[in-house]
């Protein structure tokens, strides 16, 4: 490979030589890390200059592929190559696409991202589909959060609207009513607490009880009021990609290549924050696993989760007990699907995702502590 300062050669059959075909083409690009390195082969990867850090983070990449998108009338004619980060070195037309991919990550509501987070959940709902009704009271509910805090959840994370595949809606002072009360406990007590939402009226309401953040499937979009309670809010916001509504959006969802369609979408909300005065620094994203997808988009967009630190900000995936695991195992109920939330858990840590939104905290706080001891520097 090329050290990273130099002038690599550009032959047809290149990494480079794609990229400038697929420039020329007048083709979207987009640029997935591969070869991710951890512990001290990343550090002495990047001082050789054979690899890029990774979000500013602890991780490095020596590999790319890129991915070159057509769009036609209903359809994307979508191609791929794969090479060394280095035949990429001194191309301008890289250059901001490659600085998403390494630049630092703010701390995000106050927390580092120097290892990845956990997101406890909290669901003060009947429905959900894991624990619907579990802590629909009051004092469960704390009880519940509080064993979260003490397991080593980082934030919590607390809803009062399932978003369940065929979930009906709830009433924004219904919402209100469940969520409050919990947010101003916990946030009275110093945690850092997200509210899981898509309605203004619910986020003004839980900012004013202490909430530190908004956690939106519809990325700000399912109330006209809600991009402007985040901008005027000042605080984080995580922008997921969901395909319709929670009571259609698993009626056969299609894409034309989910990867890429999510990331277009969430461009596309970063993009409007952006404009709405927020800054970027206060963004995070999340692709949405099992938000109108298939076993099969679930699968290629967890593939390509390190596609998405391309947008410049941290990366949340939740996939915690979610229907595909069991789809892909043997039909267990949610509250079985723990092995294979953690591997989830582990392949998202693996390529760089800042931020685990899970029900199992304990559990994934002690992978977590196996994945740092492998593959964090000083850790």
Request: negative net charge.
């Given at each position: 490979?090329?050290?990273?300062?130099?002038?690599?050669?550009?032959?047809?059959?290149?990494?480079?030589?794609?990229?400038?075909?697929?420039?020329?083409?007048?083709?979207?690009?987009?640029?997935?890390?591969?070869?991710?390195?951890?512990?001290?082969?990343?550090?002495?990867?990047?001082?050789?200059?054979?690899?890029?850090?990774?979000?500013?983070?602890?991780?490095?990449?020596?590999?790319?592929?890129?991915?070159?998108?057509?769009?036609?009338?209903?359809?994307?004619?979508?191609?791929?190559?794969?090479?060394?980060?280095?035949?990429?070195?001194?191309?301008?037309?890289?250059?901001?696409?490659?600085?998403?991919?390494?630049?630092?990550?703010?701390?995000?509501?106050?927390?580092?991202?120097?290892?990845?987070?956990?997101?406890?959940?909290?669901?003060?709902?009947?429905?959900?589909?894991?624990?619907?009704?579990?802590?629909?009271?009051?004092?469960?509910?704390?009880?519940?959060?509080?064993?979260?805090?003490?397991?080593?959840?980082?934030?919590?994370?607390?809803?009062?609207?399932?978003?369940?595949?065929?979930?009906?809606?709830?009433?924004?002072?219904?919402?209100?009513?469940?969520?409050?009360?919990?947010?101003?406990?916990?946030?009275?007590?110093?945690?850092?607490?997200?509210?899981?939402?898509?309605?203004?009226?619910?986020?003004?309401?839980?900012?004013?009880?202490?909430?530190?953040?908004?956690?939106?499937?519809?990325?700000?979009?399912?109330?006209?009021?809600?991009?402007?309670?985040?901008?005027?809010?000042?605080?984080?916001?995580?922008?997921?990609?969901?395909?319709?509504?929670?009571?259609?959006?698993?009626?056969?969802?299609?894409?034309?290549?989910?990867?890429?369609?999510?990331?277009?979408?969430?461009?596309?909300?970063?993009?409007?924050?952006?404009?709405?005065?927020?800054?970027?620094?206060?963004?995070?994203?999340?692709?949405?696993?099992?938000?109108?997808?298939?076993?099969?988009?679930?699968?290629?967009?967890?593939?390509?989760?390190?596609?998405?630190?391309?947008?410049?900000?941290?990366?949340?995936?939740?996939?915690?007990?979610?229907?595909?695991?069991?789809?892909?195992?043997?039909?267990?109920?949610?509250?079985?699907?723990?092995?294979?939330?953690?591997?989830?858990?582990?392949?998202?840590?693996?390529?760089?995702?800042?931020?685990l939104r899970v029900h199992d905290v304990a559990e994934t706080c002690q992978a977590r502590a196996l994945w740092a001891g492998l593959h964090l520097r000083g850790k």
């Amino acid at each position: 490979m090329a050290p990273m300062g130099m002038e690599p050669a550009t032959s047809p059959g290149s990494l480079r030589g794609f990229c400038l075909s697929a420039e020329r083409s007048g083709a979207c690009l987009y640029l997935r890390p591969l070869g991710i390195l951890g512990h001290d082969a990343a550090g002495r990867a990047v001082e050789a200059g054979t690899a890029l850090p990774l979000a500013g983070g602890p991780l490095a990449f020596g590999m790319v592929e890129a991915i070159a998108r057509t769009n036609g009338k209903g359809t994307a004619d979508v191609r791929r190559a794969v090479g060394p980060v280095g035949d990429l070195a001194g191309w301008a037309a890289a250059a901001d696409l490659l600085d998403a991919l390494c630049r630092s990550r703010a701390p995000f509501a106050g927390l580092m991202l120097d290892r990845p987070a956990v997101m406890g959940i909290v669901n003060v709902t009947p429905d959900s589909f894991s624990d619907g009704g579990d802590f629909l009271d009051h004092d469960r509910a704390v009880a519940q959060g509080t064993a979260l805090l003490e397991a080593g959840a980082d934030i919590l994370d607390i809803g009062g609207e399932s978003t369940r595949p065929g979930a009906d809606p709830v009433p924004a002072e219904e919402e209100i009513r469940r969520v409050v009360p919990v947010i101003r406990h916990f946030a009275g007590h110093g945690a850092v607490v997200s509210i899981d939402t898509r309605h203004a009226a619910v986020m003004a309401a839980a900012l004013e009880a202490g909430a530190a953040i908004i956690n939106d499937v519809t990325a700000l979009t399912g109330d006209p009021h809600s991009l402007g309670v985040a901008a005027r809010s000042g605080v984080p916001v995580v922008l997921m990609h969901m395909r319709g509504e929670p009571r259609t959006m698993q009626q056969a969802p299609e894409y034309a290549d989910a990867p890429t369609d999510v990331y277009a979408y969430l461009a596309e909300r970063v993009a409007a924050c952006l404009e709405a005065g927020m800054p970027a620094g206060d963004l995070c994203v999340d692709p949405g696993i099992g938000f109108g997808k298939t076993v099969e988009h679930n699968l290629q967009i967890l593939r390509h989760a390190a596609l998405y630190h391309g947008l410049g900000v941290p990366l949340l995936i939740g996939l915690s007990r979610k229907r595909f695991i069991a789809s892909l195992s043997r039909g267990e109920a949610p509250k079985d699907r723990m092995a294979g939330s953690l591997a989830g858990a582990l392949a998202a840590f693996d390529q760089g995702a800042q931020i685990l939104r899970v029900h199992d905290v304990a559990e994934t706080c002690q992978a977590r502590a196996l994945w740092a001891g492998l593959h964090l520097r000083g850790k």
